[in-house]
């Protein structure tokens, strides 16, 4: 059993420990660390890093970063595309768009996208610039409170203990255990995802626009990166296996089939994408109590979603920031914090705006992959859409909200069928 301390200053205990070093937990870290608090992230992985694909981030996501002052470094490394189109994946032709550009002028902030790896890194550097304790290969199995903060148990048989501990571990969150034994949800959809130098491309690709094609079943999205050198790519589909109830689903011989049906554009993708992982597609049902005590949950841990709204790291990064906030707000002349009020601030606003990205992006999945009268329905509302009405974007790229007023309402969703719209 391991007995080496975790810190490397065990003298200089922590305010914070946060559980796992993605971008919630970095993004977190380094938000707290940024109002004078000691913070340690604890992550299982031999070393920090992620998936070297893409992420969209849209300007309720950058108007974080600009007041972390890190947007300008993002953008550097990103590219702000001018449009995202979106089209039917069968016959290639446009349904929507948005007008990016016009957007950013909107929301005061820009749509981007980034390698996720570059997003994760910035925050890596902010984080060890701010002073956070950054510690790899501890894997926490569990969690209790104690009288004076909370406590984590390590995989070795070590301990640490700290005032706070907020859990970003992820999908398969330990953490989550202590609030409620629920299980991920199985969509049954598989994502393939490919990154590659835009040579490695063989034909035009207008990485000006952020590129959807939704089609039966299947989706299929395509933008650049790095400055327009790279071109990344994630093609969605059912997987007729899983649906079987077979275990080995979501193979590349199940990515053929799903795409063979679409239009050229789509289907000269397909080689590209990397065949050697693939994703399965899973969320869990929304929870609206994320706090236990001490330990507050935060991420993926909290809010795992399906990926159709890209606001999965976004929601992740927005809970850190609005966590600081009411951190900040809520420490006295003598430096002490009212963390009993923080985290109920906090879990005031976050599950509400969480759970309705979670039913949104499965109610958008359902749309995207409609296939027969459903989907003529679909491109015929789709078609109808101004690109310059906003009010499907502003409850979600507008400023995060702080508290639960502030929330703006959701937008009103338009009925397929007409006659239900006829019917009330
Ligand atoms: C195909 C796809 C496309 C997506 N596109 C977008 C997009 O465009 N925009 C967007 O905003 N979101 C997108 N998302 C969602 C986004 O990737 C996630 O929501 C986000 O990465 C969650 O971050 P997190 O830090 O909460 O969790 P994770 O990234 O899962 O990080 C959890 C971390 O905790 C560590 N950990 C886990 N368990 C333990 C433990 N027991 N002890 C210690 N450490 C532990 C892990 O090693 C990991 O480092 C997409 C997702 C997919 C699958």
Redesign the pocket.
């Known amino acids: 059993m391991a007995t080496s301390p975790i810190s490397a200053n065990p003298a200089a205990p922590a305010d914070v420990l946060v559980?796992?070093?993605?971008?919630?937990?970095?993004?977190a870290a380094f938000a707290l660390a940024r109002e004078g608090l000691r913070v340690r992230v604890?992550?299982?992985?031999r070393e920090?890093?992620?998936v070297g694909?893409?992420?969209?981030?849209?300007p309720n996501?950058t108007r974080i970063l600009h007041d972390y002052g890190l947007l300008e470094e993002v953008k550097s490394l990103g590219v702000l595309p001018r449009s995202m189109v979106m089209r039917d994946a069968v016959d290639g032709g446009e349904l929507t768009r948005l007008d990016l550009v016009d957007l950013e002028r909107e929301y005061g902030f820009p749509y981007m996208?980034v390698h996720?790896s570059d997003l994760h890194g910035v925050f890596l550097r902010a984080c060890r610039a701010a002073g956070v304790e950054l510690v790899t290969d501890?894997?926490?199995?569990g969690y209790e409170n104690t009288a004076s903060g909370a406590r984590v148990l390590?995989?070795d048989g070590r301990t640490d203990e700290a005032r706070i501990v907020i859990a970003?571990?992820?999908?398969?969150?330990?953490?989550r255990r202590l609030l409620i034994e629920d299980e991920p949800v199985n969509s049954s959809y598989v994502?393939y995802?490919a990154a590659v130098p835009i040579g490695q491309a063989g034909r035009d690709v207008d990485l000006s626009e952020v590129s959807v094609h939704v089609g039966p079943r299947c989706h299929f999205v395509q933008y650049g990166l790095r400055g327009g050198q790279m071109l990344n790519q994630?093609a969605?589909f059912e997987s007729p296996k899983a649906l079987a109830g077979e275990a080995d689903w979501g193979t590349p011989d199940e990515l053929d089939a799903a795409f063979d049906a679409t239009c050229r554009e789509v289907r000269a993708g397909i080689p590209l994408m990397w065949r050697d992982r693939w994703?399965r597609?899973f969320d869990r049902d929304p929870i609206m109590t994320w706090v236990d005590g001490n330990i507050a949950l935060?991420?993926?841990?909290?809010h795992?979603?399906l990926?159709y709204?890209?606001?999965?790291?976004?929601?992740?990064?927005e809970d850190g920031w609005v966590l600081a906030r009411h951190v900040a707000a809520r420490r006295a002349a003598d430096g002490s914090i009212d963390w009993r009020g923080a985290l109920a601030a906090y879990e005031a606003v976050r599950p509400e705006h969480c759970r309705r990205v979670l039913a949104t992006a499965r109610a958008w999945g359902e749309l995207w992959h409609l296939d027969g009268v459903a989907r003529l329905r679909r491109n015929t509302l789709l078609r109808a859409r101004d690109t310059y009405d906003y009010s499907f974007t502003d409850w979600i790229y507008g400023p995060t909200a702080l508290t639960p007023e502030e929330e703006p309402p959701m937008f009103t969703p338009i009925p397929l069928d007409p006659a239900m719209a006829l019917n009330g």
Not at 19 to 27: E, F, Q
Not at 168 to 175: K, P, Q, R, T
Request: hydrophobic content about 55%; proline content about 3%.
């Open positions: 559980v796992g070093g993605g971008i919630g937990g970095l993004s604890l992550e299982q992985a920090f890093g992620e694909a893409g992420l969209q981030i849209a996501c996208v996720r501890a894997r926490v199995d390590l995989a970003a571990d992820g999908l398969h969150s330990v953490a994502a995802r994630v969605v994703w597609m935060l991420g993926d841990a909290a795992p979603p990926q709204m890209a606001q999965g790291a976004i929601m992740a990064i």
